[in-house]
């Protein structure tokens, strides 16, 4: 029962986080981000992405849900602030000029900054934002309610969360090999795209906050 209901688990979380969370598409917009630092200080900027990712994750299964009760914060308004964060950088992203590289022998900028644009908003909410704290509280409302199940269920979800973390941290490291292969028409091309996409993921979340923010309202 604990290894079926943590390898069910597994197959339940990791797709659902993965399709949300996104690292092909992430690694194009974190290789924009960090373009004019040197590749020493992306691969440290990776490495910290992936870090503060897991503890999102872990937070948003594990806790996620209590934290918002405690701070009274529905789940709705998440999504609202949450997708217009999103829509915001992803507009920035869409309707900025194109960036011209800039030489590798740059000067790093201070630690505290490079761990401060790692965190936001290359974490939250570029990568572990919204989208996939909603996703984590609503796996997490997905456990079974007692017996040894629960244990194999939030090991199940952790791994999934750790894994994906682990892809995220490669796929940003590899970002430079990524953009060579592709090429600066692919690039470009591909950088528009997914911030078009990334809008319309902010949208999205935004919509389905609003929605259930007015469906009490309308049910009456």
């Not at 869409?94 to 505290?112: D, F, I, M, N, Q």
């Not at 990568?127 to 909603?134: E, Y």
């Not at 750790?162 to 796929?171: D, G, K, Q």
């Amino acid at each position: 029962m604990f290894w079926s209901a943590a390898i069910k688990s597994v197959l339940l979380a990791f797709p659902a986080l993965f399709s949300i969370v996104n690292p092909i598409g992430g690694a194009l917009i974190f290789h924009e981000a960090t373009a004019d630092r040197s590749p020493a200080e992306r691969a440290w900027i990776a490495g910290r992405v992936g870090i503060y990712a897991v503890v999102v994750l872990l937070g948003s299964l594990l806790a996620g849900t209590y934290i918002l009760n405690f701070f009274g914060i529905s789940l709705a308004a998440l999504r609202i602030a949450g997708g217009l964060v999103i829509a915001v950088k992803a507009w920035e992203l869409l309707s900025g000029p194109e960036h011209k590289a800039r030489p590798a022998e740059r000067a790093a900028a201070p630690a505290g900054e490079a761990a401060a644009i790692a965190f936001f908003p290359l974490t939250m909410p570029l990568t572990a934002g919204p989208g996939a704290i909603s996703v984590s509280i609503a796996l997490a409302s997905e456990r079974p309610h007692e017996g040894i199940a629960v244990g194999g269920f939030f090991l199940g979800v952790s791994l999934a969360a750790c894994a994906l973390s682990l892809l995220i941290w490669v796929m940003y490291r590899s970002a430079d090999r990524l953009i060579g292969f592709l090429g600066p028409t692919g690039v470009a091309t591909l950088s528009r795209l997914i911030a078009f996409v990334l809008l319309c993921i902010g949208t999205q979340i935004t919509i389905d906050g609003v929605q259930a923010t007015l469906k009490p309202v309308f049910a009456q």
